[in-house]
């Protein structure tokens, strides 16, 4: 038998070899993959308490683009990707001709569209919430609202406690959780039934969005050489001893040479990027990464904790709020 480390390999290989055998034996039915490369048609069944077991599996089948995990009816993969370049959906309603439908549109899209694009399945808001939790988030999520158990809208502001950034479309018959949907700082809310150039224009708009986030930099010099950074990877800019300090999503921090200018004048590219504000003289935040404030301290999704102070913080409580309910954080 292996050992506890190499037993998420063990059982990869043994699935890989023994597909057939684990369709016809399992009767937890939970998640399926289908994909064209490396082979034509594979099917992996499993349960959600076995991803953790199954982790050399996971990524195993990410290394050959196959792998989103514990979709509930199909995983869809176009065709054979990288982890940077591919775009994850999640889809979750309760009703099972729903489902077929928006999986139906969304695999026309990406057929037409000819994007690198994964799909997973969902019909109840518990898997989803378990499998993002475990394996990271989705770029997308299309939500049905009215769901028993967990609605869409808890769902939408479950899934914010860990996933800021990604896209929310509510699909659902009625007007009438419109208002409440911006709880889970949604993208776009589309009626029902689902026609197939709404959901195109919804997609279309999504993507462009995360694409204009990601690719927005700016150019630093430090007393070494120039550094870029992408905006999106900025937490927030600081004014240390003459020298602006940016603060990375990673933990790095990047130090200017030391500048003859104002703070604010230094930093005049991120201001005029939406996502920043001035928090006081010498500070500058990102109010994307930012998923809770209080009087005196912010905090970001990494983990990091900005202290700020209490006038600073009544200030920057009321623009975070209204940067995610005007629909600033969405663009």
């Known amino acids: 038998m292996p050992g506890a480390e190499n037993t998420g390999i063990y059982l990869a290989c043994q699935a890989m070899l023994q597909a057939e055998i684990l369709v016809r034996n399992q009767q937890n039915t939970r998640a399926y993959i289908w994909a064209y490369y490396p082979v034509n048609h594979c099917n992996f069944i499993t349960s959600a308490s076995q991803f953790g077991v199954l982790h050399g599996f996971v990524h195993i089948l990410r290394r050959f683009c196959l792998y989103s995990p514990d979709a509930h009816d199909i995983m869809a993969t176009e065709k054979c990707r990288s982890e940077v370049s591919y775009l994850k959906i999640a889809i979750c309603d309760d009703d099972a001709l729903c489902r077929d439908q928006i999986l139906s549109i969304v695999k026309t899209y990406i057929k037409q569209k000819n994007r690198d694009i994964s799909v997973s399945v969902f019909d109840r808001a518990t898997a989803l919430i378990d499998v993002a939790q475990r394996f990271g988030g989705y770029d997308i999520y299309l939500l049905d609202i009215i769901m028993p158990g967990i609605n869409g809208i808890k769902l939408g502001v479950e899934l914010r406690q860990f996933d800021p950034d990604g896209k929310i479309l509510y699909l659902t018959s009625g007007l009438e959780f419109a208002y409440e949907s911006y709880q889970a700082k949604a993208f776009d809310y589309i009626l029902k039934p689902i026609h197939q150039e709404r959901l195109f224009s919804a997609l279309d708009d999504a993507i462009r969005t995360i694409a204009n986030r990601k690719e ?116």
């Open 216 to 331: 927005k930099s700016l150019i630093v010099k430090t007393r070494e050489n120039r550094v870029k950074l992408t905006m999106d990877n900025i937490l927030y800019a600081k004014l240390v001893d003459r020298r602006v300090a940016y603060y990375l999503l990673d933990g790095d921090i990047i130090e200017s040479n030391s500048i003859r200018t104002t703070f604010a004048e230094y930093i005049q590219d991120l201001l005029a990027d939406s996502r920043f504000v001035l928090c006081g003289s010498s500070i500058a935040v990102n109010l994307y990464h930012v998923t809770k404030a209080d009087y005196e301290t912010l905090f970001f999704k990494n983990g990091t904790q900005l202290y700020i102070g209490k006038r600073a913080g009544r200030d920057i409580l009321s623009v975070w709020s209204d940067f995610w309910l005007n629909g600033e954080g969405n663009k």
